[in-house]
């Protein structure tokens, strides 16, 4: 027996929008009315949005129903989903391991069958990254592509480097209906921060029939280098693609390694007061974010110490100069990395139009697969391969490629990860292809700003190559 309240708003549904009777799961940012947004903070619990927010309004216009919230981490600052609100989210392949963060509990749910289409928000990796340690499929759209309004955030105002809400689905075929259809909603007429840019079908469908396309891989951001399994997920798509008769070469774009400072820098100039702000005594944080407001909130003189302790004694120039951006900047400081910022920007611009005509970027989403539990204490800066597409603003897809195998991704005997930098040896330390085997990992696909159409057309022709390879990727079998 259907409730008399659901039977209505069942019959309020639009049968002819394109996403007609299609649940679509939330994460707990998105204001779905007559629930809590709680972000993970108890302190925004027992107060329900008195009605839906943008991105909801348009999703019931399409025709979809909004079925559930799924969990995140408190601050949002990481690739874990833990908070004291709604407890642990943990990884269906491995339920020792993260799925990801901070758009976790979607990626969960996804992979685990529960749903089939999803929406996240990405600031340094949350919808990617979560893709990447739970075997589903992500895009991260350019500003502008998707709706923003209708949402609460752990750091409003921060535009340093902006927050995207983005789709997440458990197959490729939904992510391209998925991001087509919202286009196709006019989000602009809702949303007054999206472009009105309609979807754009001849650029899909000129990239689908491409005969040759031209691939750069960045094989690593010069900062962690990819572990075996990583590093193996990239060469196999990477052969398969050249197999099939693409161009597909080695590229050097401008220093990655730039990008992680100044992205780390941007994103906490407040000094992390605002993420800080809602907690209330005895709260748990992420074990993440913990380390990054520890850090800021160092007494200048003990900051600058250990900074130069870090960089002339330990020698590790990168994670001193990384743990010191984490600070609060002044006004003028925070003008000065805006500057450098949209510099580095066009540092890249320039760099793409001199790669004849270079389509797309392929390298890895992350240096290592999930992560364990508790394990962004020490891996919480390893997030280059998806940041600094954050501060690019490019538009970035992740799609599953194969899984850890214990047998062939363990680390070289030679590998010394007590000589690595600071970033480096946090996520290497949990990199354990034994405890892993099974784990999904993926690759990510980039394209340049606003390219969602290109981006998506490339990872299909990624999975046909994959499967006419015998490489096709299996998601996990949900028993009934």
């Known amino acids: 027996m259907i409730h008399p309240g659901a039977e209505r708003w069942i019959q309020d549904i639009n049968l002819k929008g394109p996403l007609a009777g299609i649940p679509v799961s939330l994460k707990d940012t998105i204001v779905v009315g007559g629930f809590d947004t709680s972000v993970g903070y108890s302190r925004y619990t027992g107060n329900p949005s008195p009605e839906d927010g943008t991105m909801v309004r348009i999703l019931k216009d399409a025709g979809a129903m909004p079925y559930v919230k799924t ?5 949002l600052l990481s690739f874990e989903s833990t908070n004291d609100v709604w407890g642990r989210t943990t990884n269906p392949h491995n339920t020792n391991y993260s799925p990801g963060g901070s758009t976790g509990g979607e990626s969960a749910l996804l992979a685990y069958g529960g749903g ?23 895009l991260r759209c350019s500003t502008g592509r998707w709706p923003k309004t209708g949402s609460i955030t752990s750091m409003a105002g921060q535009e340093g480097i902006p ?38 079908a001849e650029i899909y469908d000129s990239t689908k029939a491409q005969k040759k396309l031209r691939v750069g891989v960045m094989e690593t951001d010069g900062v962690v280098p ?59 944080s992420d074990a993440g974010a913990a380390q990054l407001s520890f850090y800021a909130a160092l007494p200048r003189p003990i900051r600058y110490i250990h900074y130069l302790w870090t960089k002339y004694i330990r020698r590790d120039a990168l994670w ?56 962004m204490r020490d891996a ?7 940041f600094l597409f954050n501060l ?10 194969t899984h850890v195998d214990a047998e062939i991704d363990a680390l070289p005997a030679s590998c010394d990860v007590a000589a690595m930098n600071g970033v480096a040896r946090g996520a290497y330390q949990h990199y354990d292809a034994d405890k892993m085997h099974g784990l999904p990992v993926g690759v990510q696909v980039v394209g340049r700003r606003l390219q ?29």
């Open 71 to 75: 969990n995140c981490p408190i601050t």
């Open 116 to 138: 089939r289409i999803g929406v996240g928000s990405d600031v340094a990796g949350s919808v990617r990254v979560p893709a990447h340690f739970a075997g589903i499929y992500s």
């Open 163 to 200: 927050s995207v809400f983005s789709p997440m689905t458990r197959t490729l075929p939904d992510l391209v209906y998925f991001t087509k259809s919202m286009v196709g909603m006019k989000p602009w007429e809702y949303d007054h921060t999206v472009h009105p840019i309609p979807w754009r």
């Open 226 to 284: 990819p572990t075996p399994a990583c590093a193996r997920a990239l060469s196999s798509v990477s052969a398969a693609l050249s197999t099939s008769g693409h161009s597909v070469t080695t590229v050097h774009p401008p220093s990655p390694t730039k990008s992680l400072l100044l992205a780390s820098s941007l994103l906490n100039s407040d000094g992390c007061h605002t993420f800080l702000a809602p907690f209330r005594t005895l709260e748990r």
């Open 320 to 375: 001193a100069d990384l743990l010191y951006g984490i600070r609060e900047h002044s006004t003028p400081e925070q003008w000065a990395m805006v500057a450098r910022r949209e510099a580095y920007k066009a540092e890249w611009h320039a760099w793409w139009q001199q790669q004849e005509e270079l389509d797309v970027i392929l390298t890895v989403p992350n240096a290592t697969p999930a992560v364990p539990h508790g394990g």
């Open 380 to 386: 919480v800066a390893s997030c280059g391969y998806t």
């Open 392 to 401: 690019l603003d490019y538009t970035a897809g992740v799609l599953p490629v």
């Open 452 to 480: 969602e159409e290109k981006v998506l057309a490339v990872m299909e022709r990624v999975v046909e190559v994959m499967e006419k390879e015998g490489k096709g990727y299996a998601l996990l079998e949900v028993e009934d």
